[in-house]
Antibody
Framework: EVLLQQSGAELVRPGSSVKISCKAS????????LHWVKQRPEQGLVWIGR????????VYTEKFKNKATLTADKSSNTAFMQLSSLTSEDSATYFC????????WGQGTLVTVSS | DVVMTQTPVSLSVSLGGQVSISCRSSQSLVHINGNTYLSWYLQKPGQSPQLLIYKVSNRFSGISDRFSGSGSGTDFTLKISRVEPDDLGVYYCGQGTQYPRTFGGGTKLELK
């Protein structure tokens, strides 16, 4: 069974950074891209970027090029997303999801940016 | 970027009824390899999105045949027949043909 297990909710200060994780199981980690998606409360889905765990190759949407950094650790089958210079606009639930077609999703990680 | 436009924004339906959701893209979603990467997702309250349909008309594993997808190029439709309570939530279309990946704004399906 394919599972994507994300790290828990985070409460962080404005201006700081946060790193969230997505641990994959039930398939060969290096065979599929992992994507990240943002969802603010009561709003739609926004694609952030994706990483190829086999070689670390990344693609980002323009808006997140200086905000998000995607990495992957093959030894632990875990993908990470670091968000920097956090503001209230970054308060959202972040999902990891696997290619192809976003067939499998993590449970989401709620990030709250507040002083 | 490919802009995905979904209509309607919300939809009221009676149990057992049928509904259609439209999704239009600002550019053709036909990939150079000939495939069309248009998917449909359902997000139930408090849950992660779940894949219903991929490549326009292919039902994902375990998805009821009450869900059907159709369309081509820039114009796509999701039909839900014999609506059940578990079908309620927000439906999104999404394209995987080009980067950046983009989603429609969502269609909320509610009970009449």
């Amino acid at each position: 069974e394919v599972l994507l297990q994300q790290s828990g909710a985070e409460l962080v200060r404005p201006g700081s950074s946060v790193k969230i994780s997505c641990k994959a199981s039930g398939y060969t980690f290096t065979d599929f891209y992992l994507h990240w998606v943002k969802q603010r409360p009561e709003q739609g889905l926004v694609w952030i970027g994706r990483i190829h765990p086999a070689n670390g190759d990344t693609v980002y949407t323009e808006k997140f090029k200086n905000k998000a950094t995607l990495t992957a650790d093959k030894s632990s089958n875990t993908a990470f997303m670091q968000l920097s210079s956090l503001t209230s606009e970054d308060s959202a639930t972040y999902f990891c999801t696997r290619a192809d077609w976003f067939a499998y999703w993590g449970q989401g990680t709620l990030v709250t940016v507040s002083s | 970027d490919v802009v995905m436009t979904q209509t309607p924004v919300s939809l009221s339906v009676s149990l057992g009824g049928q509904v259609s959701i439209s999704c239009r893209s600002s550019q053709s979603l036909v990939h150079i390899n000939g495939n069309t990467y248009l998917s449909w997702y359902l997000q139930k309250p408090g849950q992660s999105p779940q894949l219903l349909i991929y490549k326009v008309s292919n039902r994902f594993s375990g998805i009821s045949d009450r869900f059907s997808g159709s369309g081509s190029g820039t114009d796509f439709t999701l039909k839900i027949s014999r609506v059940e309570p578990d079908d309620l939530g927000v439906y999104y279309c999404g394209q995987g043909t080009q980067y950046p990946r983009t989603f429609g704004g969502g269609t909320k399906l509610e009970l009449k």
